[in-house]
């Protein structure tokens, strides 16, 4: 495939993504889980990590005051505990509690439920397609500095 063709595909990822994106956000706002999507943002990121608030900030891509008041709506409705660092009485990270990580399950859960419902509307075959093409995609991304090689050899064979 020449480089038009692949700068092409490219596009057409890009601009797909932010479709997508709005309307998975558009579908927990209507699922109204009680939070706005950053909080949802804030939550799947401290599912797998423990972080500072600066470092949410930056991860979102906004103020530390912005954060701030995101991150204390967590904390009173008891999705996210505030654990002072050992080693620096400055520093506060921040954990997903037993009750957000519950919350973050059934919202997730709810929102496969209404992407499914979109997606039924295709043929297996389409699906099938889709599922095929995500994972070479997500494997083509998960690989920082990888040639690819590996996947032309499996689209090859």
């Known amino acids: 495939m020449d480089q038009a063709e692949l700068q092409n595909i490219a596009k057409q990822i890009f601009s797909t993504m932010p479709t997508m994106f709005h309307a998975v956000m558009r579908m927990a706002r209507e699922e109204n889980f009680g939070l706005a999507p950053n909080q949802l943002k804030i939550l799947k990121f401290l599912q797998v990590n423990s972080a500072k608030p600066n470092m949410i900030a930056k991860m979102l891509q906004v103020s530390a005051p912005t954060v701030s008041g995101a991150i204390e709506t967590l904390v009173q409705k008891g999705l996210v505990h505030r654990v002072p660092s050992t080693t620096d009485r400055r520093v506060i990270n921040l954990h997903l509690t037993q009750a957000g990580g519950d919350l973050?399950?059934?919202?997730?859960?709810?929102?496969?439920?209404?992407?499914?419902?979109?997606?039924?509307?295709?043929?297996?075959?389409?699906?099938?397609?889709?599922?095929?093409?995500?994972?070479?995609?997500?494997?083509?991304?998960?690989?920082?500095?990888?040639?690819?090689s590996e996947l032309e050899n499996e689209c090859i064979n």
């Open 104 to 148: 973050l399950e059934s919202a997730e859960n709810k929102m496969m439920i209404a992407v499914s419902k979109k997606l039924g509307v295709l043929s297996d075959e389409k699906l099938v397609e889709i599922a095929e093409s995500i994972r070479l995609l997500e494997k083509v991304f998960r690989k920082p500095g990888s040639s690819g």
